[in-house]
């Protein structure tokens, strides 16, 4: 009876998404996420190669950096927070 | 002669590697080629009840790597006297036991004298898969449809590329065509755009696989088995045969659908 009524359903709400359909867009995020897969070390390692290219620009704190990778509805992003020091030498710059 | 040996895992347990060992071993040596099978499941072995030859156990994996028997004292002949054996795993130890180096030699000596040796690998990505890997030259990935066996599978994928196998073959287990058709299920598209790796068989779920494994007779020996059916096409495909994927129907007819709709018992989709 049970299966009659989830059909008679099924028929009714033709429009809504599958479970399959569902399964199928968690999993893509899943496994990009899983996929990034960085050790720690890596991780160090990129945030300082970031630091120093952004320091070649600007004047930044080289602790007030962070890094994380967030997943943002259909998105997986990799956010980092850099601190720009020094706003002064960064204007003398500009009118230099 | 040259054998291939051939990885069979999953990363997640419970979503068919044992039975798709036992069939493929099977299937190949119908084939009329010599087959090794071993179970490399340290502690939990189940490969020899699958295929039925539990009673026939006098040494296992550990006492050849040990040195306490031949190897070929170790080697359980099949029930219809295939060119195919069994190395049962050691019950009574444990993943430690044995070493991927240990593995590698045992498979390369077998690979003199056997055209396939099927490593039945243990669930998990500790030390009995790190052994079951090394000693591999080629990896089949067995799925289910589900999330957590797919990302399980992406896990293991990874992890064979990083240790120098590539390209696995995945096949996709326990396929009921009725759900993929009314959008519960995931389907081959759907599994392989998300692991991307090749597909190299469909499994439809098929209830004759409990019976096959409570009599400890592949289904590949059961005519009316289309899981049996499925397997013996992806030894096929493993033998270098073309033949193409076939997608599990769905079940026709208007007694199963009354039967769904009344919802009597009697499907059973999951099994180990």
Redesign the interface.
């Known amino acids: ?4 009524l989830r ?1 008679l359903l ?1 028929l009714a709400d033709k429009g809504s998404e ?4 569902v ?2 867009r ?3 995020l ?2 990009i996420q ?2 990034i ?1 960085l050790s720690p070390d890596k991780m160090d390692q990129m945030k300082q190669e970031i630091w120093e290219v952004v320091s070649r620009y600007m004047v930044v704190d080289d602790e007030f950096l962070e890094f994380e990778v967030r997943r943002l509805d259909e998105l997986v992003m990799l956010v980092s927070h850099i601190e720009v020091k020094d706003l002064n030498a960064l204007v003398g710059a500009r009118s230099a | 002669m040259k054998g291939r040996t051939i990885v069979i895992t999953s990363g997640k347990g419970g979503v068919g590697k044992t039975t798709a060992t036992a069939n493929l071993g099977t299937a190949l040596a119908m084939r009329g080629h010599s087959v090794v099978v071993i179970d490399t499941d340290i502690g939990l072995r189940n490969l020899d009840v699958i295929m039925g030859l539990e009673n026939r156990i006098v040494y296992d994996l550990v006492n050849v790597i040990e040195g306490k028997c031949r190897l070929r004292q170790a080697m359980i002949q099949d029930k219809n006297r295939l060119e195919l054996y069994l190395i049962p795993a050691a019950q009574t130890r444990d993943k430690d036991s044995i070493t991927p180096e240990q593995l590698k030699a045992l498979c390369a000596e077998l690979e003199n004298d056997f055209d396939f040796i099927l490593i039945d690998c243990p669930a998990g990505i500790e030390q009995g898969f790190k052994n079951a890997v090394a000693a591999a030259g080629e990896a089949i990935i067995v799925t289910t449809p589900e ?1 957590s066996a ?2 399980d599978a ?2 293991v994928i ?1 992890l064979l590329e990083a240790s120098g196998l590539h390209r696995p073959k995945l096949i996709i287990n326990r396929i009921a065509a009725d759900m ?1 058709k ?6 081959q598209e ?1 599994v392989e755009s ?2 991307a790796v090749e597909v190299i068989g469909l499994v439809p779920a098929d209830e004759r696989t409990v019976a096959a494994a409570n009599r400890g007779i592949p289904a590949v020996h059961d005519g009316r088995s289309t899981a049996g059916a499925a397997f013996t096409r992806i030894a096929a495909r493993i033998d270098g045969e073309e033949v193409p994927l076939k997608e599990p129907d769905a079940r026709p007819g208007m007694f199963n659908r009354l039967r ?4 009597i018992k009697g499907r059973a989709y999951s099994h180990a």
């Open positions: 009876m049970r299966e009659l059909w099924g599958s479970s399959s359909d399964a199928r968690r999993m893509r899943v496994l899983d996929r897969d | 999330v797919i990302r992406d896990r990874g993929v009314r959008g519960d299920m995931m389907g759907d998300l692991l769904d709709m009344v919802g």
